[in-house]
């Protein structure tokens, strides 16, 4: 779409440095607000000077004198964009997730107010993961994240005199990134606050599914007027994180299962009345907390993250998770969980939940199913919870259940689910035996290999089954098509001639890890292959990641990354590749066994990788910005992929001495 701009002629060099004469009354003093500090003897003879020139600030901001000795809370939101009071976009933020969220710090304000208290706001915004797909804007999102957690954390320190801390945020970064900030907050009350999901089009596709029009129409399979259709109606409400289980949905459902929102909070639908009450009570919870003195060390415990890990694996929520429950387990300061833990989980507790992208079912109907409470009622039948575990109620998980059981507002919720989209709640959130009737599978798999000697991950609950074995196992073996940049690789995908990929094929993307793209997400190509007609016949392998709404046979997180030295950086063309990935066992591998037409053995392909030189175009991209690559090697000092991408301080200046 080509801009024009306007006509210079008319726009003038006067009318762009000239303001209005009556503009240029400017007023040099003013009387400043009427009444006195609320101060005694003891805080000028004791407090340090910042406390009492912050009084100054809050009066000078224009809160009432007489109600600033109240006690302070701090609320630290995502916000983008400037919408009008109408609701109307006078600037546009750059997700729906981050567009609503001041609604919701309004009312938590309100509440704060309420209680005799003295709310402060603060902001670090968020990018849009789907907005920067195949952009170099993609290669800034992980190291994002760990950005906005250092500002949150600064932000936090930076208002000695709050009592608690309020963090309300809803998708793929800056949610992962505010439990860090909430969870090193160790000897403060906090509480976080989901920002909910958007809702579904009456007539049309989801967020995920839309974003593979380009692909389908390159295919012939939408039409130029179907895609401009789609694309423009995909987002049902103005507000809220996308509309499938993806990584913003899924970190939602962590934050809950960790404790540190109110039971039922993840997967509200934005905008709605149900949704600001949820703010309103979040604040009134955080009073309470920090009146009986409980703070975020005893809501995120080493139970609080086991309790995590479970219900991520029920939902069968985003891999991404695997990276961001580590960086929040770190910031706590306890033991971050490791593949061996993530493995161990997921052989033991079933997928219970059949939403997008997995299942048919937008995020608001596992929210009116009963959404993590529900889910942990059959987590606790099957003995997989450890209930002491506290939560921000105030209560323990096994108290919060109880209530869940009988409470009105589960009996309201599932029945309205019913009655609105003639869905029955227990087909959405099912009980283990519904489940396995169902055919849902298990969340992921971790294959291992002579490509992946570190380990690798498939969400193999989402391959399409009917490319599954009748025993559980995808099996296959094709040749390899190699890229080294994510432009080639999906354009190579839209091109429907003899040079693009086809059924068969094992697309190997490499240089897209830390080292040589941030590790982006590829979603893009994904997304391609989940919705063109052949794209179940193609399997990917890379050291990037994927989108939480990924789908298919994709393998990511591949270590050592190729940049790495890892084998997967010397894989050619025509390489043929087997992958094999039990959805039962919850075993996989990914394997060289042939080159040039001979077939040999795994033990074979690791000395034949072994005897090969590195490809010759292995490379960073040359676009990847400078503190991008600061970021990468900071945490692969701080313990790389496997160990959250976090920034480990001790390990980095060690590191730094040698």
């Known amino acids: ?47 340090p000077s910042g406390d009492i020139f912050g009084l100054t600030q809050n009066a000078g901001m224009g809160w009432d004198p007489r109600e600033l000795g109240r006690p302070q809370f701090l609320m630290l939101g995502t916000n983008g964009g400037i919408r009008g009071a109408d609701g109307r976009p006078i600037a546009l933020g750059y997700h729906t997730g981050h567009w609503e969220i001041g609604l919701l710090m309004q009312a938590a304000a309100e ?36 950005d906005a957690a250092l500002v949150l954390r600064r932000l936090v320190r930076s208002l000695p005199t709050r009592k608690g801390v309020l963090g309300v945020a809803t998708c793929d970064k800056g949610l992962p990134a505010m439990m860090m900030t909430l969870a090193a907050m160790r000897a403060l009350p906090v509480v976080l606050v989901p920002g909910g999901v958007t809702l579904p089009p009456t ?24 895609a401009a259709d789609l694309g ?42 149900i949704w600001t009450d949820m703010a309103r009570r979040s604040a009134r919870a955080l009073v309470s907390l920090a009146a009986r003195g409980v703070t975020a060390s005893s809501i995120v415990t080493d139970a609080a993250i086991r309790n995590a890990m479970v219900v991520h694996a029920a939902f069968g929520g985003s891999t991404n998770l695997l990276l961001h429950t580590p960086a929040i387990a770190h910031a706590a300061g306890l033991r971050r969980p490791h593949i061996e833990d993530w493995i161990a989980v997921n052989r033991r507790v079933p997928r219970l939940v059949d939403t997008l992208p997995n299942g048919p079912h937008p995020t608001v109907r596992a929210f009116l199913a009963g959404g993590v409470p529900e889910v942990m009622l059959h987590l606790r039948r099957l003995g997989l919870l450890e209930l002491s575990a506290l939560t921000v109620s105030g209560e323990t998980l ?7 059981e009988t409470s009105e507002r589960r009996r309201v919720l599932r029945e309205r689910l019913q009655r609105a989209d003639g869905v029955a709640p227990d087909d959405v959130i099912m009980d283990p035996d519904h489940a396995r009737s169902r055919g849902l599978t298990s969340t992921v ?38 890229f080294v940049r994510e432009k080639d690789a999906i354009a190579a995908i839209k091109n429907p001639g003899a040079g693009g990929i086809k059924a068969g094929d094992v697309l190997v993307l490499i240089c897209r890890g830390p080292m040589g793209a941030g590790m982006e997400e590829i979603y893009q190509i994904t997304a391609a292959l989940k919705h063109l ?17 990924s789908t298919g046979a994709c393998i990511g997180h591949v270590g050592p990354e190729a940049l790495a030295g890892g084998p997967i950086g010397k894989v050619k063309d025509g390489d043929a590749i087997r992958i094999v990935v039990d959805r039962n066992r919850l075993e996989g591998s990914i394997d060289l066994v042939g080159e040039g037409g001979r077939a040999f053995p795994p033990d074979e392909g690791a000395r034949v990788l072994a005897s090969r030189p590195p490809r010759p175009d292995l490379s960073a991209d040359p676009e990847i910005a400078d503190d991008t690559r600061l970021w990468a090697a900071l945490q692969q000092a701080g313990g790389g992929t496997w160990g959250g991408c ?6 980095i200046i060690a590191a730094l001495r040698r």
């Not at 049309?204 to 295919?219: C, L, P, T, Y």
Request: with cysteine; hydrophobic share 35%.
């Open 1 to 47: 779409m080509r801009w024009y701009p306007p006509d210079m002629k008319s726009t003038g060099f006067e009318t762009i440095v000239e303001s209005a004469r009556s503009l240029l009354e400017v007023q040099t003093a003013a009387a400043g607000p009427s009444g006195s500090l609320p101060l005694t003897a003891e805080m000028l003879l004791e407090r």
């Open 111 to 146: 509440e704060f107010r309420a209680q005799e208290c003295l709310p402060f706001a603060a902001f670090c915004s968020d990018p849009c993961d789907g907005r920067t797909q195949g952009t170099v804007g993609m290669m800034d999102s992980l190291a994002y994240r760990n």
């Open 646 to 651: 976090v920034y480990d301080v001790d390990a």
């Open 232 to 273: 423009c109606r995909a987002c049902g409400s103005p507000g809220g994180g996308c509309q499938f289980l993806g990584t913003a949905a899924t970190s939602q459902v962590i934050g809950e299962a960790l404790g540190l929102s109110l039971p039922h909070s993840a997967l509200a639908p934005s905008g709605q009345p």
């Open 445 to 482: 798999t971790f294959p291992r290999g002579n490509l992946a000697p570190e380990g690798s991950v498939i969400k193999s609950t989402a391959i399409d089954p009917t490319v599954v074995d009748a025993d559980g196992v995808y099996r296959k073996t094709g040749p390899a098509r190699v």
């Open 533 to 549: 007609s052949f794209g179940k016949h193609v399997a990917v392998i890379t050291d990037a990641r994927f989108s939480g709404v």
């Open 203 to 226: 007539d049309g596709e989801d967020a995920g599914k839309v974003q593979s029009i380009g692909a389908r129409f390159a295919h012939g399979e939408l039409t130029l007027e179907q």
């Open 398 to 404: 096994g108290r919060v259940l109880d209530w869940w």
